[in-house]
Structures are given as C-alpha cells and as structure tokens.
C-alpha cells in the first residue's frame, strides 16, 4: 500500500477515535455529592480524561477523604482535594468554591451531583436537590464567568429520568428533578451565554446501580401518607425498571460536558450512550379536543 494512503488511514482512524476520548487536559472542576456514587464515578472519569484537579464536595468527611486519596492513589498525588460541604447551606457552598479557587487557581467544570430521596422530609429534598443545585448554578456562573474575570466553562446539573417518566412512588423527588431540567434550559439560552461564556447542560440518568436504589433504604425513604401502596408501587418499579452500571453514567457525564450544546437535555439509561431529547413546543402537546373554541366566543 502507498505510504501517503497508510498515514492519511491511520490519520483518519486517529480523528475518529479522538471523536470519543473527551480531553480536559488541564481543567479544574468542582463536583458535588462525589464522596461515592455517581458523583465519584465522574470524578474519576474525568481525571482519567486528562482533568488537571478535582474538588469533591460532600457531607460525608470520612468517605470524601477517602475519596480523595483513592483517585490520588489512582491518578497521582494533588490531583484532587475535598471540602466537606453542605450544598443546602448558602454559606458553606460559597465557601468551598472560593477554598477551591484560592488552591486550583481556576474553574473550568461544576457538576452538580448532590441529590437525596426523602418523601417523608420534604423540605430537606428541596433545599438538596432544587435549591442546592440552583446554588451550584449560580456560583459557577458567578466564578467562571467571563464577564467577572473567569474562562468561562461548563455547568453539569443531574436530573434524573423520574422528571421525564414521572413515576408515581417519589413525587417530591420528581419534582426536584423537573426543577433542575427547567433550570438548565432557562439559563442554556444564548441571553446567558453571550454574556458569560458558561454553557448549562442537564443530564438524566435512568435507575443506576448505587445505595441509593438499595431496596431497604430506597422503600424506607418513601412515604405512604397519601397512599398505603406508595412503597409495594415502588418495590414492584424496582423489578421492572432497566438499571445501568455507575460507569456507564460516568462516561455520558464527560460526553456532555464535552459535546453538549448549551441548554440541551440528555438521558442516559440501561446501560446504552447517551442520548440528547427534544423537548416538544407546548402546540405539539396540546390534547386533541380539550377545549371547543365556540366556547370562548359569546
């Protein structure tokens, strides 16, 4: 074979398998609920997609410590720190991003990862999972902003498929996912973008194998006080729900840090890539005959 068709070939190989190696090479994120979890799981693939640092940002200190020292141990000493944080408390967030910034010296990428399931407390699943994460969009703005001084970059927020599929056992849960996919939508417009250089991209794994779908735990976190079947409705999703392996999650958090167009909304389920959805104008989702328009004429 000519030895131009060898390079062009092998040039050509070379871009296409770049097409799906995400580089972060030299980035700095700040990743919320990453002590374990899908949290931790991103982490370390980003790391291992050349990220320069991660700050991991969680309640629990004594797992993010260890955190901390498995994806050192795994990647290299300084490579990442954790800041025992409360995503609920406005000023202990605030705190970790600017401990964050003073030891990187810069923020390329937030995910916003924290989440809880609490039907029976609902006011700390709000305050976790809505208000934490509108917390964490805010102070990514506010600290990778171009027009205040930063690069500009990336905000991840999870949702989750319960926002799309609305299942009947966590309404609450549901709720707050909804509230993080209308977020990222708003601010993922180009109002927001020209001004700051910060995309917003949203991403909605389906039931993935982590403690929180851990039968006992995830039915006890559930309420029946509007319906004695809430939990056996649950137990029954458990059996009939596809799961996906944690790294499978992961690997579509660096997609689409990396390709997600600002504003987009992605699931990623059962194991499969993920996927960008449409969402629908309001006309292609009225219901045929819900009102007669002689109704409104007098």
């Keep these: 074979m000519d030895q131009t068709v060898i390079w062009i070939t092998a040039l050509s190989i070379a871009l296409v398998m770049g097409e799906h190696q995400p580089n972060f090479k030299g980035q700095i994120a700040l990743i919320t609920g990453a002590a374990d979890g899908l949290g931790f799981e991103c982490a370390h693939q980003l ?5 320069k640092g991660v700050t991991i940002v969680d309640t629990n ?8 020292m498995k994806l050192n141990d795994a990647f290299g000493p300084g490579r ?3 800041i025992p944080t409360n995503v609920s408390n406005e000023v202990e967030f605030e705190v970790a991003f600017q401990v964050s910034m003073k030891h990187w010296k810069r923020l390329d990428i937030v995910v916003n990862n924290a989440g809880i399931v609490n039907e029976n407390n609902w006011r700390l699943a709000v305050n976790v999972n809505a208000i934490g994460t509108l917390k964490g969009t805010l102070l990514g703005f506010k600290y990778m902003s171009s027009a205040k001084g930063g690069r500009g970059g990336v905000i991840l927020n999870m949702s989750s498929l319960a ?11 549901t709720a707050t996912k909804s509230f993080i996919i209308g977020l990222g939508r708003s601010l993922g417009q180009d109002l927001y973008y020209e001004h700051n250089r910060v995309r917003v991209v949203t991403l909605c794994p389906g039931f993935t194998k982590t403690d929180l779908i851990a039968p006992e735990r995830f039915v006890n976190s559930l309420s029946d006080a509007l319906s004695p079947y809430v939990k056996q409705s649950a137990l029954e999703g458990l059996k009939n729900f596809p799961t996906q392996a944690v790294d499978n999650v992961s690997r579509a958090c660096a997609k689409v840090i990396k390709d997600g167009s600002n504003g987009s909304v992605w699931i990623v389920e059962n194991d499969l890539p993920a996927y960008e959805i449409i969402m629908p104008d309001r006309d292609s989702m009225r219901k045929t005959d819900s009102y007669d328009v002689a109704d409104y004429i007098y």
């Design 61 to 68: 200190r004594i797992k993010g410590r260890e955190a901390a």
């Design 47 to 51: 790391l291992r997609d050349g990220l």
């Design 80 to 82: 990442a720190i954790f």
């Design 163 to 173: 926002a799309i599929v609305a299942p009947d056992f966590f309404p609450v849960y």
